[in-house]
Every structure is written in C-alpha cells, then in structure tokens.
C-alpha cells in the first residue's frame, strides 16, 4: 500500500509556471510508474503526463508538450510536474497515481493502469 500526497497548486496567471509535488508514504516510488491527471469541473480525468519505473521513459499529452515536465526523486520519493506558459484551459484539479503495470520502461496512460491515487490539488489559471 502507498499514499500519495499531492502539493504546490494554486492560482497563478495565464503564462505563469508551478511546480505539482506528489510525496509518497508506505512504500518505495521506485517499484512504480507514475502518472499525473487532472479533471476539470464537469469533466471527465484524462491523462497529462507520465514517468517510468527507472524514470528514463516519459510521455507527455499532446497539449502540455513542451510545457509541462515530469520528473522522479525516488530518493526523496517525489514525483513532481513542473508547469510551465500555464493557460486558463489548464485549470482542473491534478491528482498523481502510481502504477505497477508493465516493465520498468512503461510510462502509463491509462487511468485503470494505476493502482493508487493521490486526493488532488487545485490549480487555478486566471486569464
């Protein structure tokens, strides 16, 4: 079992940048991919961007390429998604998950690949 704990949303203005953190607790990130979604009012969770296992393989959804990057601290056992050139249609609550699907070079994206997930941080992009 692992908990995920997800900070460091907020509101920010259109263009500016924030930085997600998502702290593990109960057992070690490195034996799972993670993943970061998010879920607008009225909408349904999609997928925005995932790391592997080994954090060597990332993948991003095509409307944050080039402006939101995930990365891995297995030491402090940390996932965090920088966000950059932030727009309003970004603003959704942003949950992390982990996953143990596939090997160590898998970068899900699916939501049911994801066994645990963390309660979600507001982000607001104010226009």
């Known amino acids: 079992q692992v908990q995920l704990d997800e900070s460091g949303g907020g509101l920010v203005q259109a263009g500016g940048s924030l930085r997600l953190s998502c702290a593990a607790s109960?057992?070690?990130?490195?034996?799972?991919?993670m993943g970061w979604f998010r879920q607008a009012p009225g909408k349904e969770r999609t997928f925005v961007a995932a790391?592997?296992?080994?954090?060597?393989?990332?993948y991003d959804e095509d409307s944050v390429k080039g402006r939101f990057t995930i990365s891995r601290d297995n030491i402090k056992n940390t996932v965090y998604l920088q966000m950059n050139s932030l727009k309003p249609e970004d603003t959704a609550v942003y949950y992390c998950?982990?996953?143990?699907?596939?090997?160590?070079?898998?970068?899900?994206?699916?939501?049911?690949?994801?066994?645990?997930w963390g309660q979600g941080t507001q982000v607001t992009v104010s226009s």
């Open positions: 998950a982990a996953g143990s699907a596939g090997s160590s070079w898998y970068s899900p994206r699916r939501l049911d690949e994801y066994d645990y």
């Open positions: 109960g057992r070690s990130l490195s034996t799972y991919s």
């Open positions: 790391i592997s296992r080994n954090g060597w393989n990332t």
